[in-house]
């Protein structure tokens, strides 16, 4: 169970990580595309550069957590290979208990 604990822990961690890399890229893109809409020859190209700048780094960021997520997934079919019978009764357990939830909405 602490294995499980550990691998939900790493998991949030890289979604939080992978939300707020998100969120900075668009505002800095909205800001120098705020920016850009006065500048033209020299000033433009100067945009143009840090536009792309920020671009790769952000497809780093992508990349790394990819690979720190790559573990966690790893863990995930692991744990689901050597028990099947345990994910498939899980699994069922979850929806029946969101059938029951959703039967009782109607």
């Known amino acids: 169970m602490a294995r499980k604990t ?4 790493d998991s949030d961690q890289i979604k939080d ?16 595309l705020e920016q850009s809409a006065t500048l ?9 550069a840090q536009i792309s700048l920020k671009l790769r780094q952000a ?6 957590v990819r690979d720190r997520a790559q573990p966690v997934v790893d863990a995930t079919q692991d744990y689901i290979g050597g028990h099947p019978w345990q994910t498939v009764a899980v699994s069922a357990g979850f929806g029946l208990v969101i059938g029951l ?3 009782r909405r109607q």
Do not use: H, K, M, N
């Open 59 to 64: 497809r780093e960021a992508a990349g790394s």
């Open 40 to 48: 033209v020859g020299e000033e433009a190209d100067t945009l143009r």
């Open 101 to 103: 939830l959703l039967g």
């Open 6 to 9: 550990a691998t939900q822990t």
């Open 17 to 32: 990580q992978v939300f707020s890399e998100l969120q900075s890229l668009i505002d800095e893109s909205e800001r120098l």
